[in-house]
């Protein structure tokens, strides 16, 4: 369920007109739904309804600071992984003491900032990292809470890039050594203990592997509970999203006339399995989403510079490119591509979707049918809101998108489009080439 939908022949962010958005910010920009986003929110909260639950937005999936301080004003804490999402955090005003530091990779200075600043815990993934919080707390003169992230070798039937929970991924440490990295965490004397954690994968699209590794690492959690005094499990994110019928799936009717057995995941089928497995372990849950609070919240807009006929092949030329949204090029994902004003006495289309970059990966569509649309004309590429800006680069010098926030009939700028003197603010030229 989100709130994009045609209101007569144009397409709105809940009341507004998006052309009238890329009329006024230009393209490509970002728009995102405050209504979908806390509706998101509500929705998992709902569905959790009898655990004492925590989100922990993982802010991953679009760190714009209005979009932190969105779901801080709900009441959610994040899942970081970086000291710049550290300050993320705080640059939004929100509180990192309700925060989780996750990552394979956390700096001395990264640890450091995230003490100083009580972080709720951090996620620690191997050995080594028990080795050098416990060091740094010792020089802050502080303990540092961790929970060590399980890895509970677990298929979770996604992409290969975004699978995470497999003995081949590098993250967390394999249940079966888990119980000797709690033995040497309780022997350092600046750590405390004071839950455990996992993540599967991200896009699941079924309950089935969130059930398997519940129940798989469930009697450990119970066991360190009982030897550590634990007080919570974050079970991670991964709840996939809708793409391919994207703005269908904005409609009730359009779920409800899902086959049972093929209906996507949903906050309800995901909380009615998952609440009566982890409410017997009577600890508090973190959960991790990014993609769900925030995938199905946002869309690109784009214009229309050409349409180029080619030799038995139409090219849909676009003003956004992978720089953009790097989701097709980099994990063959699907966006599905809409026109801002549609007109049912156009003719379809069949046409490759390419940015202006200059390479072939830079194609958000092959062969997709679209309603016929010449040059100057607006697209909106649907299910962008996570890991779409988050994402992007400046290949190509392109400046970052513009992105804007839509609450009811109002929106405003959240992020202003990147000019050619920013990008280039910390390039110099050195002296011996003058
Ligand atoms: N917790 C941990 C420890 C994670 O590694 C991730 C995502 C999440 C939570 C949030 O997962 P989500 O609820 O958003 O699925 N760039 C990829 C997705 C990478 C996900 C990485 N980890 C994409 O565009 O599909």
Known sequence: MHH????????????????????????????????????????????????????????????????????ANLGSGFDLVSGGEIRRVLAAGADVKRSVFAGVGKTEAEIKLALENEIFAFHVESEPELARINHVAGTCGVKAPIAIRINPDVDAHTHAKITTGKSDNKFGIPLKHAAAAYEAAVKYPHLTIKGVQMHIGSQLTSVEPFVEAV??????????????????????????????DALASGDQAWWDAQPADQRPLTPETYGAALVPLLKP???????????????????????????????????????????????????????????????????????????????????????RQIQEVGEGEHLGFMSAGAYGYAMASRYNTRGMAAEVLVKGSTFELINARESFEHMVSGERIPAFLK
Do not use: W
Request: with cysteine; glycine share 10%.
């Open 4 to 71: 994009f939908h045609y209101t007569g022949h144009d397409l709105h962010c809940e009341s507004v007109d998006l052309a009238a958005v890329a009329k006024l910010y230009g393209t490509p920009t970002y728009v995102y739904s405050a209504a979908t986003m806390e509706e998101n929110y509500r929705r998992l909260q709902k569905g959790l309804a009898g655990l004492d639950a925590q989100l922990c937005y993982a802010m991953k999936a679009n760190s714009n600071l209005a979009i932190l301080r969105h779901f």
């Open 215 to 244: 129940q798989k690492v469930s009697p450990f959690v119970a066991e360190l509970k009982k030897k550590y005094g634990i007080t919570y499990f974050s079970i991670g994110g991964g709840m996939g999203i809708v793409y391919r």
């Open 281 to 367: 372990l009577g600890l508090k849950i973190l959960l991790e989403h990014g993609r769900f609070m925030v995938g199905n919240a946002g869309v690109l807009l784009a214009r229309v510079e050409h349409l180029k006929r080619g030799a038995g092949k139409n090219f849909l030329v676009v003003d956004a490119a992978m720089n953009d949204l790097v989701r097709p090029a980099m994990y063959e994902s699907f966006h599905e591509i809409v026109p801002l004003h549609r007109d049912s006495s156009r003719r379809a289309l069949t046409a490759d979707v390419v940015g202006p970059i200059c390479e072939s990966g830079d194609c958000f569509a092959k062969d």
